[in-house]
């Protein structure tokens, strides 16, 4: 009985450490580097001709990396029926949440920045793991890692709830005038220019969230 006591009083005293050492992992490799090992742990990925998403999930996390052409802006769409998320990475990151408004969708809110230290120093890490838990994600941004990539990292407990969808708006960096849709047949309004450029509208937005790629929850 004794011995029982203190293997429990032992698993209490390690595991909140083995989780915080997962989570501080993450961050450290929340770098722009899509590297082998992190591209082999992909769970899922829609890849067209022109860009490619690779998603990986575990127990509190969902990663998605972006590769394309050097990306100046990646605008990050996760949706359910009837709220979809718009988490921006550029040289800063922000988010928008539009909701239906009749036949269209629309926010009351513009886009507030932050997280433009490109550093990995332990004070960037440590900011970039307190905007992921006071925001429910955090992203690289550009000038961090290769060019080619932009990697998300997602808390579950923020997607939205219900059936799950990704789309993508990417503007290259040496074509900022264009925007890069993903899926290419379906992005609509979640590849638009002004939203993925900026300034984004506030009313007046077409998304279809069921004709994105669907997402399954961990």
Not at 43 to 52: F, K, M, Q, V
Request: proline share 6%; glycine share 8%.
């Amino acid at each position: 009985m004794k011995l029982a006591c203190i293997v429990l009083v032992l698993a209490g005293l390690f595991t909140p450490q083995a989780s915080a050492q997962s989570l501080r992992q993450h961050i450290e490799g929340l770098d722009g580097i899509f590297s082998t090992a992190e591209r082999n742990a992909a769970t899922d990925s829609l890849r067209e001709e022109e860009a490619a998403i690779f998603i990986q999930s575990d127990d509190a996390l969902l990663k998605i990396t972006v590769q394309s052409e050097p990306i100046g802006v990646a605008s990050l769409c996760l949706a359910t029926d009837g709220l979809v998320r718009v988490l921006h990475a550029s040289a800063a990151l922000g988010m928008l949440e539009y909701h239906m408004d009749g036949q269209t969708w629309g926010t009351e809110r513009v886009f507030e920045w932050a997280m433009r230290d490109t550093a990995l120093t332990p004070s960037a890490l440590e900011a970039r793991r307190t905007y992921l838990e006071a925001n429910g994600w955090v992203a690289t941004t550009s000038r961090m890692g290769n060019e080619e990539e932009t990697e998300f990292l997602i808390r579950h407990d923020f997607l939205p709830e219900g059936p799950l969808y990704l789309g993508l708006g990417i503007m290259p960096m040496a074509r900022p005038m264009e925007i890069i849709g993903l899926p290419s047949a379906s992005a609509g309004d979640c590849a638009r220019g002004d939203l993925v450029r900026g300034p984004a509208p506030q009313s007046g937005l077409r998304f279809e969230p069921v004709s994105w790629k669907p997402v399954e929850r961990h």
